[in-house]
């Protein structure tokens, strides 16, 4: 894994009130990325990249309202709203133990304990009670449950996964 990659962190999708406030959508479950005083990198949906820094977070509903520093004004969050938030990897915590980023878990092959091939990780979701794997071979997708009983190893140098999948699953 490269620490310095960059990742998206959060979208722009609305604003709040009239000093400033932005709408917007957090891939990360809680605010500590988004913390009074954090540098992000703001890219807009024409390319440009800027440096703001956060103010304020407030969660809200299913968003968070962010200010920034460098936004006093409506027209001016108005002009950021569909912007992505980045961060260099090597910003972040590292995850807790049995928690990994799922950025880090797309493109491992998945493996299943027998030693069969399942396919690679293209992508996961969130269901509101675990995570999942959408896991592809060819034109066929398996989603498997990212779940304690299911997922047995996750081996970032071998670049796999080892799972153990129920009876009916695949």
């Not at 807009?44 to 920034?68: C, W």
């Not at 797309?106 to 509101?128: C, K, Q, S």
Request: aromatic share 8%; glycine share 10%.
């Amino acid at each position: 894994m490269d620490k310095d990659d960059t990742l998206l962190i959060g979208k722009i999708v609305g604003v709040h009130g009239m000093k400033g406030y932005l709408k917007v959508y957090s891939f990360d479950e809680s605010t500590d990325l988004f913390g009074p005083g954090r540098q992000i990198r703001l890219k807009s949906s024409s390319g440009v990249i800027n440096t703001f820094t956060v103010k304020d977070v407030q969660p809200y509903k299913n968003t968070l309202r962010i200010a920034f520093d460098e936004i006093s004004d409506r027209t001016a969050a108005e002009a950021l709203v569909g912007s992505e938030l980045l961060l260099n990897r090597s910003e972040l915590p590292e995850p807790e133990e049995g928690s990994w980023y799922w950025c880090d878990l797309i493109g491992l092959a998945v493996f299943g304990i027998d030693g069969t091939y399942l396919g690679h990780v293209e992508n996961l979701f969130e269901t509101g009670s675990n995570d999942v794997l959408v896991v592809k071979r060819g034109e066929e997708e398996v989603l498997i449950p990212v779940t304690a009983s299911i997922v047995c190893d996750v081996d970032f140098k071998e670049q796999k996964i080892s799972v153990d999948l129920p009876e009916g699953l695949l």
